[in-house]
């Protein structure tokens, strides 16, 4: 076959320009249709296809235009037109100026998007700021000062209705909650917010009666736009709520669906005394600080809310919320019987009420913290962003997935997301800023901290993630220097180990050593497991500053306590690399390395890019210390090329710096290998 001659053809028969009109007429077709049947309601399979029937009807045009001719006598084939009074270079010239004319049209669309998007988007931008609100904390003017909670719930309960009206931006109570119940600072507080409207309001419970007073202010010029006072029973507490929410959505001119409407009005329980242990759990699942006092606290009172009324739907919902959130974090002891009340939990609030936003977000949290099925838990999160349009919960939710995914950039995207909803949410903005110390991006991570800080001053685990990274970044004295006034309590372990783990990095144990001692001589029972993480600590300061008897004698208690805890949490990852350091001072070779290898194999880095990496430092560990140079080499040279959590105190991850400075890794000191490693930082 002469190529040359075929390709020549298929200039001189216009197939070239034939495929290039319709490439572009197609083009046009598909975004008229994305852009136009959703608008009528059409179905997604029928834009599918359209583009299905258009790449047909590519192949069948270029046939097309290779076997006909358009003559001045009409259709003919090719074979039977002369090729002396062939119009096929003037039909070329037509096709030419019908791609230039379609395609000057595309550019004028464009053009046209480009210019007017950006007057939509301007206006559309103001348009939102006008109908932004945030509802700062209510005051609690009941004479019993315990009655917060109460006044805390009225206003999680009407900030609640607002935010599931899609029309409103509505900012979330982990922003608002470290505000006063009524600023003086109002312009201020919106601009830190970016609203144009804020609620405050107060509550007066007396009995089994209440009164709520709330005023709607314009935050710009602090003026009052509408304010009401309602005396209500405590059985009617909910008209209230719904009465309120609908006025100011009135006020500021959103527009509400149909469910949107139900939504507002729905009561979720006839129950008052349910009701009231509901926001006794509301108020400890919000409180800053994921500690385990607090997880105790929201579990305790919400699922007595379900025993008082099983048809509670929202408190299923919150409890199985708490639940999940307490096995993926620990400060619920990890257990199989946890889970499995959790996942009860979910099913029992979407068997009430399937459209519930806070059940659907429910069950995605457990198929994500309780079974990693993270793909089952994307789908519940985007069906809950449909319900619960201004929840910073879902792309929050949908960062910790990527991110265990591994798909760091994603996540990050999510975690800007929600903190556009949230933008002070402390939890949050420390979640991000770990995602960047996994990174090992240490000076972003810190700025993400110093946001907190500049919301609660004085948070301790804040201040010793800080510390922890100056240690990772071999900066001893400014770890020191942040560490030193601090006084965390044994529900603080993270941060108490910080500080261990800098005594001992500074080879001057002696100084943590009692007070470890002190705490451990009273044990908290709402740590679980972490009491014997904390002991083997106690042994490793002892051992450092010579004690090994004593050091003996702790990580024997600490065994002891550890392999209670194992038989209820078989597969705590971080359970068993405790374990596996505490037999390794113990001196137990082998039982150290199958415990290191059996949570590698737990939680592989494949399944989980987060936590994966901590039973791989631990190997590490443990075959260093175990006299295997070679494994120990090989984890950390895979340690060092991925980012992840570290196996220590605030999970900092393994750096140059640590291996230098860590007494763990003396055994492996001199080995061209690990020397390499060590100073792979330049220094």
């Known amino acids: 076959m002469d190529l040359k001659k075929f390709f020549g053809e298929l200039r001189r028969r216009n197939v070239y320009k034939v495929a290039v009109a319709y490439a572009i007429v197609a083009w046009l077709l598909v975004q008229v249709a994305t852009q136009v049947f959703p608008f009528f309601e059409v179905p997604n399979w029928a834009i599918r296809l359209v583009v299905l029937l258009l790449v047909i009807g590519f192949v069948v045009a270029l046939v097309f235009s290779w076997a006909f001719e358009l003559t001045a006598e009409g259709l003919k084939r090719t074979e039977d037109v002369d090729v002396t009074k062939s119009v096929t270079k003037s039909t070329g010239r037509k096709l030419d100026f019908v791609i230039i004319a379609i ?98 309001g107060s509550v007066q419970k007396s009995g089994d009666g209440v009164r709520v007073n709330v005023q709607l202010i314009k935050a710009a010029n602090d003026s009052h736009l509408w304010a009401d006072t309602f005396d209500r029973k405590l059985t009617d507490i909910f008209s209230v709520e719904s009465e309120v929410a609908k006025a100011i959505a009135n006020q500021l001119q959103a527009k509400l669906t149909g469910q949107e409407e139900q939504v507002i009005a729905a009561k979720p329980t006839d129950n008052p005394e349910a009701y009231d242990a509901y926001l006794r759990g509301l108020a400890y699942s919000v409180k800053a600080g994921n500690l385990p006092g607090n997880a105790l606290g929201a579990q305790k009172y919400l699922r007595e809310a379900v025993r008082l009324d099983p048809k509670f739907a929202l408190a299923w919902a919150l409890l199985s919320y708490v639940e999940a959130r307490g096995y993926i974090t620990a400060t619920l002891q990890p257990t199989v019987a946890l889970r499995e009340e959790a996942r009860q939990a979910a099913d029992t609030a979407l068997t009430l009420q399937p459209n519930l936003g806070e059940a659907v977000l429910a069950k995605g949290y457990y ?61 949050l903005l420390d979640q991000h800023a770990l995602s960047c110390m996994y990174l090992r991006r240490f000076p972003e991570a810190l700025r993400k901290l110093d946001q907190v800080l500049n919301i609660t001053p004085d948070d301790v685990d804040i201040l010793a993630v ?28 993270q941060a108490l180990e910080t500080q261990v783990y800098q005594a001992i990095l500074e080879r001057r144990p002696g100084q943590i050593i009692p007070r470890l001692t002190e705490i451990l001589a009273k044990p908290d029972p709402a740590l679980g497991y972490f009491n014997g993480e904390l002991r083997f600590y106690l042994g490793w300061a002892q051992e450092v500053a010579g004690d090994h008897a004593a050091a003996h004698e702790s990580w024997r208690q600490a065994r002891t306590e550890l392999e209670s805890f194992l038989k209820e949490q078989p597969e705590n990852s971080v359970l068993m690399g405790d374990l596996a350091l505490t037999n390794m001072g113990l001196g137990d070779k082998s039982a150290a390395l199958a415990l290191a290898e059996k949570a590698t194999s737990t939680v592989p880095i494949e399944k989980d890019a987060v936590s994966g990496s901590r039973p791989i430092e631990i190997l590490a560990r443990v075959a260093a210390g175990g006299g295997e140079p070679d494994r120990a080499i090989a984890a950390l040279q895979k340690l060092l090329s991925i980012p992840g959590a570290g196996a220590l105190a605030e999970n900092v991850p393994l750096t140059p710096a640590l291996l230098r400075l860590d007494p763990m890794f003396a055994p492996l000191r001199g080995d061209p290998r690990f020397e390499k490693l060590a100073h792979s930082d330049g220094k």
């Open 103 to 200: 395609l000057l049209l595309i550019i004028g669309i464009f053009a046209y998007q480009r210019f007017a998007g950006q007057k939509v988007r301007s206006a559309a931008g103001s348009q939102v700021l006008e109908k932004s609100i945030a509802v700062l904390p209510f005051e609690n003017r009941s004479e019993d000062k315990a009655n917060a909670y109460f006044a805390d719930g009225i206003q999680d309960e009407i900030l609640t209705r607002l935010s599931k009206i899609a029309d409103l931006k509505v900012i979330s109570r982990t922003s608002t909650q470290h505000y006063k119940s009524a600023p003086e600072n109002l312009p201020e507080i919106a601009r830190e917010l970016d609203v144009a409207h804020v609620v405050e």
């Open 367 to 427: 198929h994500y913290a309780c079974l990693k099925d993270y793909d089952t838990a994307v789908r519940y999160f985007e069906q809950a962003r449909q319900l619960l349009p201004n929840s910073s919960q879902i792309p929050e939710s949908l960062g910790y997935v990527t991110r265990r995914r591994g798909r760091w950039d994603q996540s990050e995207s999510y975690f800007n997301e929600a903190e556009r909803l949230d933008p002070r949410n402390v939890g």
């Open 466 to 493: 800080k510390a922890a990274i100056a240690q990772a970044e071999g900066d001893l004295p400014r770890a020191v220097a942040l560490l030193a006034p601090l006084r965390p309590a044994a529900d603080l372990f």
